[in-house]
């Protein structure tokens, strides 16, 4: 897998993740946008693993684990530790294992 291909699914995730987190929260700050270029990449780097070495099987369930982990310790920590009124927000969480899955399909079709 050449550092072209992993640039390209990178560049896509980044653009996925970029326009949900707008279209969620609206204009995003200078470190918010840094926050996402960093997931993404990791994302990326995560799937390049998956694909070069695990094959192309089970990409799904891979994805939605890493969605699950990464949802719901957004939500669970900002619910539970920072003690707010506030419930466990399921439809933010549903819609980021959907992120996850979706970037998974995109790295699936540029990296496998």
């Not at 995730?13 to 993404?40: D, H, K, Q, Y």
């Amino acid at each position: 897998m050449s550092l072209g291909t992993l640039t390209v699914g990178w560049v896509l995730v980044a653009m996925l993740f970029l326009a949900t987190a707008r279209a969620s929260r609206g204009p995003l700050n200078r470190p918010a946008v840094l926050v996402i270029l960093a997931e993404s990449m990791a994302l990326t780097l995560l799937a390049g693993l998956w694909f070069g070495t695990a094959g192309h099987g089970g990409w799904p369930l891979v994805f939605l684990l890493v969605g699950g982990l990464a949802g719901g310790a957004e939500r669970g920590l900002r619910s539970a530790f920072l003690r707010s009124a506030e419930r466990f927000d399921w439809r933010g969480f549903v819609l980021d294992l959907a992120r996850y899955v979706a970037a998974g399909a995109v790295l699936a079709w540029r990296l496998a």
